[in-house]
T-cell receptor
Framework: EAQVTQNPRYLITVTGKKLTVTCSQNMNHEYMSWYRQDPGLGLRQIYYSMNVEVTDKGDVPEGYKVSRKEKRNFPLILESPSPNQTSLYFC????????????????FGNGTRLTVT | LAKTTQPISMDSYEGQEVNITCSHNNIATNDYITWYQQFPSQGPRFIIQGYKTKVTNEVASLFIPADRKSSTLSLPRVSLSDTAVYYCLVGDPAYSGAGSYQLTFGKGTKLSVIP
């Protein structure tokens, strides 16, 4: 089954304790992205990756790191989590294509609810 | 990158047709318009996508006027299970302008279907 898998689904941690949220897709997608969702703010993009070893900042990258060493995996790293990073996180992926051709929608994971105390 | 504006919330009775409009005044030539549905504690899921005129699938229709500065998602005869947040996304991941490949969502429209 084609899917985006995030782990863990729920995570409670303390301020300053490094953590990693994993994301894996089995659709051979080139584009992968992380979003955070907070009440009243919608979905905000943290980082995205166009392909292996190619990553760039989204709208809210501060306090986060990512890596793309393999096409299928795109982990989100919080080196020193703070309470303002308490949020619902989503990983998403899609095919990359040329500007004027076929378009492919984003496929989302089921989310990771992170609480930082 | 085209910004989008949607109503924050809408209410509808079961069985009615619901139209949600998204404004995207600075849409680029290469941008597609995509709508997603999100239930609580789940990831958004694709509903429909279009470039111009009208697109229809088994769950919705998408109306896009000639100037493409807005789009309207139409849900026929809604049921309680259509209660969700609906997002309009405008962009092209291959190129979003100024060297950016961002895909930015708006704040979405919370649709509440009333029995």
């Amino acid at each position: 089954e084609a899917q985006v898998t995030q782990n863990p689904r729920y995570l409670i941690t303390v301020t300053g304790k490094k953590l990693t949220v994993t994301c894996s897709q089995n659709m051979n997608h080139e584009y992968m992205s992380w979003y955070r969702q907070d009440p009243g703010l919608g979905l905000r993009q943290i980082y995205y990756s166009m392909n292996v070893e190619v990553t760039d900042k989204g709208d809210v990258p501060e306090g986060y790191k990512v890596s793309r060493k393999e096409k299928r995996n795109f982990p989100l790293i919080l080196e020193s989590p703070s309470p303002n990073q308490t949020s619902l996180y989503f990983c998403a992926s899609t095919l990359a294509w040329t500007a004027s051709s076929y378009n492919s929608p984003l496929h989302f994971g089921n989310g990771t609810r992170l609480t930082v105390t | 990158l085209a910004k989008t504006t949607q109503p924050i919330s809408m209410d509808s009775y079961e069985g009615q047709e619901v139209n949600i409009t998204c404004s995207h005044n600075n849409i680029a030539t290469n941008d597609y318009i995509t709508w997603y549905q999100q239930f609580p504690s789940q990831g958004p899921r694709f509903i429909i996508q279009g470039y111009k005129t009208k697109v229809t699938n088994e769950v919705a229709s998408l109306f896009i006027p000639a100037d493409r500065k807005s789009s309207t998602l139409s849900l026929p005869r809604v049921s309680l299970s259509d209660t969700a947040v609906y997002y309009c996304l405008v962009g092209d991941p291959a190129y979003s302008g100024a060297g950016s490949y961002q895909l930015t969502f708006g704040k979405g429209t919370k649709l509440s279907v009333i029995p």
